[in-house]
């Protein structure tokens, strides 16, 4: 039996709680929209982005515990990030809840994201805890469509 | 459903009523534990188990009778087509229509809706038209008249409802007009539970000549169903919300009106004669059945048939009020619950939220308890918006399901608030 702790980790519950950067960045030079249309996650991300360089990023949304804490602790981790490096995160996290049995996530890189680590064992949530990334990588491609992770 | 049932005191110590419990054994499935646990299953608005009787009979279809229908004169293809009409005059029967050539089988009450909206719409529809559904649709009534309204020029309208979850019928009233050309609802809300006043709404737009179709794919597993006491121009269902196999669905169409409608799909059985220059069609129900049809499901779909005629509509309908009535109130005691769609006149669907967690939340905590619930949008995103959440949380019971389903779902929701705190 799955353990629900492990998918609930205090991290993602207070994160959910109390979701930082949760706002609208007035001077974003980029924006994005994703959403999950099965669930009705949705998030808009927000980024002034200088010379490759994540200067501020903020988002706002509705959704699951999953979609906001990702969002939340995403929008921390990759704050002062090039953009080579967020995309770098990106795939050790997508690896981390999403990857193959023997893709495991390096604990080093990923910080607090990996209170995710426990999402791989709930696939039906899996494209909660991504839609935040997704929407970000589209935000960095600067994509006109809003992303969505069905 | 009725209200004199709602009353019913909540007495936990009742046991299912004897024809419920003997019941259950039918359905294989529900045997089945989920995380080591007995299986809990309050889906059944997405789809219901299927009892044995089901099962054996598509199994011995393929293992005895399986043929093409309507064209081989050796025997096999004769059973053949003798099982998959035989299906038909069953599901005439449990429509209650007045001739098995206006029951046309189809893949769901989906694949209904779009023959209708496609068919009728082409021949019927123009410019400054309207087609009319009401508020609590299901995506399925409405994207295919949006698709049909785009294609002719037409407009869409919408019938409101109050914060019950109940249409305005005054509403109603005032958006027939000459414009309209067709009428859409649902029989049996599958977000809400909301049973809607079918009967009443036919009468008022046939007094203006307008067409009626109902999608009756949530009414059909709770209530014996009356199409020509509802009067309706179009009823349509999906075999497996009703327990029956997925894949398969009818679609009853009063003949005149079948009769006046061009094909929906080209293809082999659905002709009289074809030359490059020129076809003919075939006379209804085959006109709208291109293609070799699921014949299995056909036959599945009338195995479902009979078993549903076996059972005591009186003692169902009485057994899924009291459930609704008991888990109504037990999920209320919840701190946080508060239920969507409470509307006087409901099927045994349950739709709530719980305070500060995301029904996607919800539904993964109560799985673990081994309970089965959806939770989203369930495909009518325009119901959420009218009550401002972003999804809910739905238990929706079957026949087979008892009060000690609904008890099992109250304690899996104490766990959320065990994970989420407050």
């Not at chain 1, 924006?31 to 996650?41: F, H, K, P, S, V």
């Not at chain 1, 490759?52 to 939340?72: H, L, N, T």
């Not at chain 2, 295919?144 to 009233?173: F, H, K, S």
């Not at chain 2, 000549?209 to 309706?232: E, T």
Request: glycine share 8%.
């Amino acid at each position: 039996m799955t353990d629900l702790t492990e998918l609930y980790q205090q991290t993602i519950i207070e994160h959910n709680r109390s979701p930082r950067n949760f706002k609208k960045l007035e001077h974003a030079n980029r924006t994005a929209e994703g959403y999950n249309a099965i669930c009705g996650d949705k998030i808009t991300l927000y980024l002034r982005l200088e010379d490759d360089v994540i200067r501020e990023i903020a988002f706002q949304g509705s959704g699951c515990a999953i979609s906001q804490a990702s969002a939340s602790l995403m929008t921390s981790a990759v704050a002062g990030k090039t953009k080579v490096e967020a995309q770098a995160l990106f795939r050790a996290f997508h690896d981390m809840v999403a990857g193959g049995a023997d893709a495991p996530a390096d604990p080093g890189t990923l910080g607090k994201l990996a209170a995710f680590a426990g999402v791989r064992q709930f696939p039906a949530r899996v494209k909660c805890a991504n839609l935040s990334w997704h929407t970000l990588r589209a935000a960095l491609a600067a994509a006109a469509e809003p992303v969505s992770t069905e | 459903m009725t209200t004199a049932h709602r009353a019913t005191p909540r007495t936990r110590a009742a046991r299912p009523a004897p024809e419920v419990a003997t019941r259950r054994a039918d359905f294989p499935l529900l045997a089945t534990r989920v995380h080591g646990r007995p299986l809990v299953y309050l889906d059944n608005a997405a789809t219901s188990q299927k009892p044995q009787a089901v099962i054996d009979a598509i199994t011995r279809y393929y293992e005895t009778a399986n043929a093409n229908v309507h064209r081989g004169v050796y025997s096999l293809s004769e059973h053949a087509t003798a099982a998959y009409e035989g299906a038909r005059e069953k599901a005439r029967s449990f429509l209650n229509a007045r001739e098995a050539r206006e029951i046309i089988f189809v893949r769901s009450t989906t694949e209904g809706i779009n023959l209708v909206a496609s068919s009728f719409g082409r021949t019927n529809l123009g410019p400054g038209d309207e087609v009319l559904i009401s508020a609590m649709e299901h995506h399925s009534n409405i994207v295919p008249w949006q698709l049909i309204c785009e294609e002719r020029g037409a407009t869409l309208r919408v019938i409101p409802m109050n914060q019950a979850g109940e249409l305005l019928l005054d509403e109603y009233e005032r958006r027939l007009t000459e414009r309209t050309k067709i009428v859409a609802l649902v029989h049996v809300s599958n977000s809400l539970g909301t049973i809607n006043p079918v009967r009443e709404v036919v009468a008022r737009a046939h007094a203006r000549g307008i067409p009626v179709l109902v999608d009756g794919a949530q009414a059909a597993p709770h209530m014996p169903v009356d199409v020509q006491a509802l009067d309706c121009d179009f009823y349509t269902v999906s075999g497996h919300k009703m327990f029956g196999p997925t894949g398969i669905g009818m679609l009853y169409g009063k003949a005149p009106r079948l009769e006046a409608m061009p094909p929906y799909q080209g293809g082999g059985d659905m002709i009289r004669s074809v030359t490059f220059a020129r076809t003919t069609f075939a006379e209804i129900p085959a006109k709208f059945e291109a293609g070799t049809p699921h014949i299995a499901g056909a036959i599945g779909l009338g195995a479902a048939i009979d078993y549903l005629s076996r059972l005591d509509w009186g003692l169902v309908a009485a057994h899924e009020a009291d459930l609704l009535a008991y888990a109504s109130a037990r999920l209320l005691e919840v701190p946080g619950v508060r239920l969507v769609g409470t509307a006087a006149h409901k099927a045994s669907v349950i739709s709530f939220v719980v305070a500060g967690v995301h029904a996607h939340d919800v539904g993964t905590i109560v799985d673990q308890e081994g309970v089965a619930i959806r939770t989203g949008h369930h495909c009518t995103q325009p119901v959420m918006e009218f009550f401002g959440v972003p999804a809910t949380a739905r238990a929706s019971f079957a026949f087979y399901n008892t009060r000690e389903d609904a008890d099992a779902l109250v304690a899996a929701l104490a766990k959320v608030r065990q994970v989420f705190g407050g």
